[in-house]
């Protein structure tokens, strides 16, 4: 067998094919000849080498080097610098750093703990990653108004956008005598960008359902509903899964670990309309009705589902619980800021090298989160603008980039937490396209129950379409405001409430983008 | 229907089988199994992997699957575990690569650096 010492591995895949690689193989075969390398240097095509977005690529070993981006004039370089001289050429190595070191903060999570360690089907997993140990300490151990003061002393925020406090939340219902109380997870995550309620069910379903449990011993409820948006096919799968085995266990059922509490929980699947978020709609769609708000008071806490007291969280907040509860409240506090205590989950998308998840304490800076847990922007683009909290959150502009993101620090900039959805987007993007696609989102979600909302989505729609097309005035930007504002003021419930946010701050932030559309005649 | 006792038992051995030096494997390999995962091909790569040890009639390593840990956009992401190495994270995962994973990494200890995206501790 013939000796080489060098070899060359050539990804050959669409992109790569696409991209010129035959050519360029010729070439550096070529080139090899012509420098007398060719008996010491091996060349072989392999399948793809699983670098995206990278074109022509090659992996030399031993050092293990892997070239991207190739082109027909770097073959003579490198043949030159790394294949005679031996000095790998820095410039077109695939750059690793940003994936190299990257930190999962798994130290900090408290919600995501388990996601990406253990098996989301296998209750036993959950319990040897300490999983119950809240449950079976409140069963045993505590009384239903000390698990609501230590949430309470928590200062844990109901994460579904909101940022009510948890505690006070579950103490309006807590000492309502009934014969029936019922806890309502709100799993309807239907703004847009987000999906970190799906990743906590699908990753760790019995985190969720130990929640709900210690909830429903503090509020004294005996059943409780996990309201899910139909999409979502796994975490259904998956928390159907492990509500079986919580019941095989005796962790869910009559008489639990002898304490003589009984409690089960149930699914109700959602058919997607983003009003049912809404809790009082999300009831009524629960209850089989048509998805509208309610009238309020009464809140759900005194008359809620089938007109019982009932506590809808969403599914973050509840995640949260049985940390709280296994920890104590100042664990808890020790994360976060003053006045946002705890961790968020926030999902990245947009213009970032690596779009997906993290786990972050509050008031982690916007600038750190896409530093650090989204790989930075995609090169050669420069940050223009956020979109935090989904179709009913702020546009921020590079000014805010190093607000802290917490409920308190965000209020100062009139913008919100919301659902924890950020969407970055880079100079390339334009605002009058970005906020036309949210407005026809809110045109499409009214529910038809009020007019300000019904007539007031419609109408916003109709004026940034003009001005998307180039026949808008530059009063249509101050009836845009005026119209918003409107409805934040008249509407029933929070989805003709919220398009002042987006609308305000796209408009006060990149007012440019608009009168630039304007102005084109 | 367990008992507390019996309960506090299960969670025991499941905290030793989390540990490797107490179990008989010594490769744990992980694989994320979340919607972005399996929308990138993360069942294909968990049979191909199943498919590969069993063939190679393999015994001391344990496949499992989980939910997402985080980079998403480099899915189907795999976690090779060995007790006192740092986690090994491969991306950008393929069948192909998945079974050249097993002879390379399971089966001869060699870590396959272009295909890994993250190390941790």
Redesign the interface.
Known sequence: MKFYRSHILIGIDDASLAAGVKEIEALLRNELQKNNLSDEINILET??????GTGVSM?VYPE?V?YVNLKKEDIFEIVEEHFLKGRPLQRLILD?SL??????N?KRRIV?S?????????I??Y????G??AW?KAL?TMKPNELVDEVKASGLKGRGGAGFPAGLKWSFTAPIVADQKYVVVNADEGEPGT?KD??IM???PHKLLEGVMLCAYAIGASKAYIYIRGEYK?CIHRLEIAIAAAR????L?NNI?GSGFDLDIFIKVGAGAYVCGEETALIESMEGNRGTPRSKPPFPGVAGAWQKPTVVNNVETLANIPAIIKNGAKWFAAHGVDGSTGTKVYTIMGDVN?????EVDMGTSLRTIIQQ?AGGMIEGRTFKAALVGGAAGVFLNDTLLDVHMDYNSLREYAAVLGSGAILVMSDTVDMVDMLWSVLRFFRHESCGKCNPCSKGTALLFKLIDGIRKGKGKDSDLEQLIKVSNGMQKTSFCALGQSPCMPIASAINNFRQDFLTRINVK | MKTLEELRKIREKAQGEMKLRESDYRYKVVVGMGTSGIAMGAREVMKAILEEVSQRGIKNVLVTQTGEKGLSSLEPVIDVIEEGRPVITYGNMDVAKARKMVAEHIVNGKVINEYVVSTTN
Not at chain 1, 47 to 52: A, E, I, N
Not at chain 1, 114 to 122: L, Q
């Open positions: 399948g793809t080498l699983g670098h995206f992996l293990q892997t690793r994936t190299q070191n990257y930190d999962f798994y995501l388990n996601s990406g360690v253990i098996d989301p089907e296998n036993d997993e319990l040897g990653a300490g119950y140990e079976e045993t999906f799906r990743l699908e990753g760790d796994l095989e266990y005796g962790i059922g670990f690596l779009p997906g998840l993290c847990y």
